[in-house]
């Protein structure tokens, strides 16, 4: 927020029921409205003070009077360098949270609270209960009402009613004395003598003041109520801007990113035959090319396989993951079947574990979900050199103690009910902490990029498409799910992904969380200088 | 006789290092091979060949550009010439410099993949003779 005078105060508000008021009460110190309604009504006393003296000569207010605007306007100087002094604090404090604000309300009340004192005061000297101006204790205490909590504002409201009767009923019972008139040229009507008149004023004065607060609240109330709503959707539009972002870039990058990787072994495989007809090649290497050429095909195919299944992930209804519900367990389990020969072969172990007797449902198209797990195993055992091992587990209670589990050494964190855990461990190279450094966070790309590999997998010449963990994150995006890795250098990975579960299939479509992903690398030997390198990981809530 | 000039491929295809080592060995030059930009940045401290062929697309898509950029800021290596060889084009090379704030692509020689071996055979010659 900027004041005014162009100091920017940043406020990062707790309680979102609480905004408005909170918001009120930054108005009242910016504008300085109390303050400037004060010298306004110091100069109005002031002035029909000094006009009653022009018209009335002979007639002559108490010196009493005199003082206690004096006194109004003395307080008045202490709020405005009190006001100042809390400005500053707000505009210095980044964080502004329970201090600043909690002396602005202090704040706050100690000026509704001296004001009513002052009124009352005036009133004594200006008329008593005879005097109609009593009507400004609602004026205070609608604003009361408006800036301070409930129970501040009733016990406002019940300060200016012992301030209101004590004066009322002092001078009928004759402990205050004397009386001031009202209009002192005139002679006295003797209401504040009149028991019937006081009850009956201070009754009226009761009922007005506790219905203005009663109503005031009311609207403060709703008033929160709205700016909670706004605020959630200004929320919900800020996260729709951020995804129509990333997807934009995305698509744009993909698209350019695409060609060139389609149009890359096309050019090798015409280039090595061109070699082969100019006669470069000697002829002992000519079969070996032509194997080379063979194999470039069998990768483009491989290629275009897999731009098909990202397409389809893509273009599907994202619907569909609503009213699926798959068994995660049955799915990892046909999988891990599926790949163990492969994982044999390489003389790694592939082990799986799933929740004996649990199904592990998630809200998550079963093809989807097979190729996004089957993609992540895949990439385990590409990247693990034998002998070693990969290990999958399926869970779906998230206590601490499953986290700690599931991501052996990684942070610790509180991961969330209502979701199914899929956890693919490898003991193979790890992520590259540096090749994270220059993207993630600022949306420039990530590891989960389409045709992005990493530098340690190109030098060991492992081959791969650069599309199995994007195709990972637009299912498990689509899916309103999250993804968490986890990777030591040289010592493995570990890919979390989440699917939700318990979510009612009629309900609205979320806003796409296109930051859903966290990455976290630490250095090879982890200790005090490790790095963590994370993307954004604002959570979607329906 | 004087060494054979040393060639510098730094490009993450394996079978392109086979291609450059097919065309350009017989004409005389020594070609070392890098898949990665970190391997391929230490081989140039460490070597200081005469020529740099440099892939765009790397680890990321805009790795080959990153490195361009890095060499011609640096005063020790500014003066190596490189040779851009990648499938995008030169106005696709040009829109990912323009990406990452750079005006263009710092490089002597753009060639576009596929390459014909009399091209390239030509180009590195015209570029290593000042031609460039």
């Not at chain 1, 006669?279 to 290497?285: F, H, M, Q, R």
Request: proline share 6%; aromatic share 6%.
């Amino acid at each position: 927020m900027v004041l005014e005078d162009g100091t920017h105060i940043s406020l990062s508000l707790q309680e979102p029921t609480e905004a408005y008021r909170t918001r009120a009460l930054i108005s009242l110190l910016r504008l300085h409205w109390f303050v400037r309604l004060r010298w306004v009504f110091v100069v109005a006393a002031c002035g029909v003070l000094a006009l009653e003296r022009f018209v009335t000569p002979s007639v002559t207010r108490p010196w009493q009077l005199a003082v206690v605007i004096g006194g109004v306007a003395l307080l008045n100087l202490v709020w405005m360098v009190t006001t100042r002094g809390l400005r500053a604090r707000l505009a210095a404090d980044e964080a502004a949270e329970a201090g600043p604000i909690g002396s602005a309300q202090l704040f706050a009340n100690a000026q509704v609270a001296c004001d009513l004192a002052l009124l009352t005061l005036i009133l004594r000297y200006t008329g008593g209960v005879e005097n109609p101006m009593m009507m400004f204790y609602v004026f205070h205490i609608a604003i009361g009402a408006l800036l301070l909590r409930k129970r501040q504002a009733l016990l406002q409201c019940a300060w200016a009613i012992v301030l209101y009767a004590s004066v009322a009923v002092g001078e009928m019972s004759g402990r205050l004395t004397p009386h001031y008139g009202f209009l002192p040229a005139l002679p006295s009507p003797g209401w504040h003598d009149d028991a019937y008149y006081v009850v009956v004023a201070v009754g009226v004065m009761i009922c007005g003041v506790l219905g203005v607060c009663y109503f005031t609240l009311e609207i403060a109330a709703r008033l929160d109520k709205r700016d909670r709503q706004l605020l959630e959707a200004n929320a919900a539009l800020r996260r729709s801007t951020t995804a129509i972002q990333d997807l934009q870039m995305r698509r744009s990058r993909f698209m350019q990113n695409a060609a060139h990787q389609l149009k890359a072994p096309l050019a090798v495989i015409q280039t090595l035959a061109s070699l082969i007809r100019d006669g470069i090649v000697p002829p002992e290497a000519t079969r070996p090319t032509m194997e080379k050429i063979i194999q470039r095909c069998r990768d483009g195919i491989v290629q275009v396989t897999e731009l098909l299944t990202l397409a389809r992930v893509q273009e599907a209804d994202p619907r569909r993951h609503r009213v699926a519900s798959t068994s995660i367990a049955e799915v990892v389990t046909e999988l891990c079947r599926r790949f163990k020969p492969i994982a044999d072969g390489k003389n790694v172990t592939l082990n799986w574990v799933v929740p004996e007797g649990q199904e592990c449902r998630a809200h998550v198209d079963p093809r989807d979900a097979s190729d996004c797990i089957g993609n992540l195993i895949d990439n385990a055992l590409k990247y693990t050199p034998g002998p070693g091992s990969v290990t999958v587990k399926v869970a779906a209670v998230a206590s601490p103690h499953r986290q700690r589990r599931l991501m052996p050494g990684a942070p610790e964190r509180e991961l969330e009910d209502g979701f199914v855990y899929v956890t693919v461990k490898d003991t193979g190279f790890g992520l590259e902490t540096g090749a994270l450094a220059d993207h993630g966070a600022e949306g420039g790309g990530s590891l989960f990029d389409a045709f992005r590999r990493g530098n340690n997998a190109v030098a060991a010449g492992i081959p791969g498409t650069g599309l199995g963990l994007s195709i990972v994150r637009e299912v498990v995006e689509q899916a309103g799910g999250r993804i968490i890795v986890y990777s030591r250098p040289g010592r493995g990975s570990t890919f979390t992904v989440m699917f939700p579960t318990g979510r009612d299939p009629l309900a609205p479509l979320c806003v796409r969380d296109t930051r859903a992903s966290e990455i976290i690398t630490e250095h090879a030997e982890p200790g005090p200088d490790a790095v963590r390198s994370e993307t954004s990981s604002e959570h979607t809530s329906c | 006789m004087s060494d054979p000039r040393h060639v510098l491929l730094i490009d993450d295809d394996p079978d392109m290092h086979d291609i450059i080592r097919l065309v350009l060995e017989p004409s005389g030059y020594r070609v070392t091979c890098h898949a990665t930009g970190p391997s391929g940045m230490e081989a140039l401290r460490r070597d200081q060949p005469d020529m740099l062929l440099l892939d765009i697309m790397l680890a990321t898509p805009t790795e080959g550009l990153l490195l361009a950029h890095q060499i011609k800021r640096d005063e020790t290596f500014k003066r190596i010439p490189i040779i851009m060889i990648s499938s995008i084009g030169r106005a696709h090379g040009e829109a990912y410099g323009r990406e990452l704030g750079a005006d263009g692509v710092p490089v002597e020689r753009f060639m576009e993949k596929p390459l014909e071996p009399a091209q390239l055979r030509a180009a590195v010659d015209e570029v290593l003779n000042g031609g460039g």
